[in-house]
Every structure is written in C-alpha cells, then in structure tokens.
C-alpha cells in the first residue's frame, strides 16, 4: 500500500522508521510525546504488531505523520480473535503539514487496510494490551475530533483519567482502625507471597478483565516488586481483592489494577486496599497516584472523588462502521 499526495508519500512501515516516528510524533503532540524505546516496546513488539498496518506520510525524505491499524493475530482471552474489531491507537500529523489532507489520508488507509482483514468496525483507542491513550482527548486535540467525525466516528462512551496528590496524603484514622478491627477477626491485608499470585492471577482474570491478569504476570516476570500489590484474604483464606501501582512500564505513580469481588462489594474492602496502596506508594517516595481510565459516574469513579482524585482529562472511545 503506498501512495502519494501532493505533498507527501504515504507507505507502510519500514526498517528504520522508528525514530524518525518518534521524534514527529512528540513534534505532534508534545503534552503526549513518546521515546524511541517506548514506542518500540509499545507498538513495535506488540504481539499482534503488523508492519504493513502502520502508515506513515514522508515529505522531503522526513517523516511527518503516521497511523498505525491492529487486527488481531493472538486472542486477548481465550480463541476469540475478535474478527470483526480493527484498532486505530493512534496518528499524528506534525504542525508544518497540517491542513493538506494527510490526516485524513493515513486513517483513511488504515480504515481500509482493516477492512481488508476483515473488520467491520474500527475503534479508537481502546486496543488492549498496548494502548497508549484509552480514546481522544477532544478538548486538547480538536482538529483530531473533527477529523474523525468526518470519517465516520462516534462517542461509544467516555472515560478519565484522575490524578490525587500524595504530597499531603495521610492514612485515615478510620481506615487504621478499620484494619486493625478485621484483622483482628482473622482477615488478613498485605503484599502476596509469590504462591499467592495464583488466585490474584485468577480472579483478575476471570472475574474481572484477562488484561488484568496479563498485567500483573508480565509486571512480576518483567521485576515489578510484590511490595506494590496490597491484597486481602478474608478468615476462610479467600482472596477477596486487590489494588496495586507500578503494573504498567514500571511506573511508580500509575495506580492499578484494582478490584474487590462484586460479592464484596460494599462492604468498605475497596477503600481499605485504596488507601493502603496510596500508603504504600508514599512510603515508596512516589509524589501523586494516577490512571487514566475509569468512568466518573461508576462505583469507582465515585470512591477516586471521596479519597482526594481530581479528573484530569476525558476521553472519548470512538468507533466506525468500516466499508465491506
């Protein structure tokens, strides 16, 4: 697939690129640049990376815009390859290259390059396990809104990202005395052993989402240390939940995981595990704790706003028909 417009060749990926993308990219979009290192972990040695899938735009032998398209070739969970699902993580045009149709060019390209695997529907940017935004910040990148509305997307929901200081934070009182009252009783609240990352493992993918469980086993094979998990075990030795920091690229700050059994919901455990692992990340010399996705009306949304979080950004998760 190559082609040219009156300003630029657009072709697929090539050895050699990924600098190159890199460095357009953080030219692009500079609140939200990228390295070459974490751009080759991210996308280049993504599992299901397909290099005739990420397009780029070249002018004058330099790389000004790229986007990149995912149609799976290993299930998320299970066999379900999710045939009729395409992805568009991302794409960028640098400043100088604007307003020439070459947005529009590159995810036309890759809407049509996942429609010839197959797909049926493109969504933007929700891709597990490597999404580097989970949707598009509308409100920072505007021009990207409308371009994508122009080529068919719309808002399947929104979700945010939240941000809580740890400069201030201090474990409540009553969260101490609500820990020491259950342990009392037999519950147990701390870091696994590494024999308890089997259930952890379990539940985080069986009843809450196989990213999840990916997450955690990729972060301690890859030395996540087990002092960032803090788990609970009711009297009986059932593992009833968990929160964590650290799981994805290792960074300090990033809150989650976190999740307590639909069964024990409501019973505080969630804000027990929250405000120990924001403990636990202030003892460690983190500074905030934040994620960027949840939804602000959920259960969760609702328990960040009480303990101190603040929405930072909002995105929107998109999808398209795409053409048979």
């Known amino acids: 697939m190559q082609q040219s417009t009156s300003t630029a060749t657009i072709r697929p990926f ?45 002018a004058d032998g330099e790389i000004v815009g790229a986007a990149y398209g995912v149609h799976r070739r290993i299930a998320a969970d299970g066999a379900d390859l999710e045939p009729d699902s395409g992805w568009v993580p991302f794409f960028f045009v640098t400043p100088g290259h604007r307003n020439q149709g070459l947005g529009a060019a590159l995810v036309g390209g890759v809407m049509e390059w996942l429609a010839s695997k197959g797909a049926k529907t493109a969504y933007f940017s929700s891709y597990t396990p490597n999404y580097f935004l989970p949707g598009l910040d509308a409100a920072r990148y505007p021009d990207a809104a409308r371009l994508l509305a122009k080529l068919g997307f719309t808002t399947q929901y929104e979700s945010v990202a939240m941000d809580r200081t740890l400069n201030d934070y201090e474990l409540p ?32 993918g069986s009843r809450f989402n196989p990213d999840w469980s990916r997450g955690i086993r990729e972060g301690v094979l890859g030395g996540q240390p087990l002092e960032r998990i803090i788990s ?55 500074h905030s704790a934040w994620f960027l996705w949840t939804e602000e009306t959920s259960a969760a949304g609702y328990l960040y706003a009480k303990t101190g979080f603040t929405v930072t950004r909002t995105f929107a998760i998109l999808h398209a028909p795409l053409a048979a």
């Open 14 to 58: 090539q050895s050699g690129d990924g600098p190159q993308i890199a460095q357009a990219w953080t030219a692009a979009a500079s609140a939200d640049g990228i390295t070459y290192d974490r751009f080759r972990d991210m996308f280049l040695l993504d599992r299901n990376f397909d290099a005739s899938g990420l397009l780029v735009a070249e």
């Open 173 to 204: 009182e009553r969260i101490r005395e609500k820990v020491a009252s259950l342990s009392a009783d037999g519950w147990t609240f701390g870091s696994p052993t590494g024999d308890d990352l089997v259930d952890l493992i379990d539940i985080a």
């Open 232 to 286: 609970v075990r009711n009297p009986e030795g059932v593992m009833l939940g968990w929160a964590m920091h650290g799981t994805y690229e290792n960074v300090l700050e990033r809150f989650g995981p976190f999740g307590v059994l639909p069964e024990s919901r409501g019973t505080g455990l969630g804000e027990i595990l929250l405000h120990l692992t924001l403990e636990r990340m202030r003892a460690l010399g983190a």
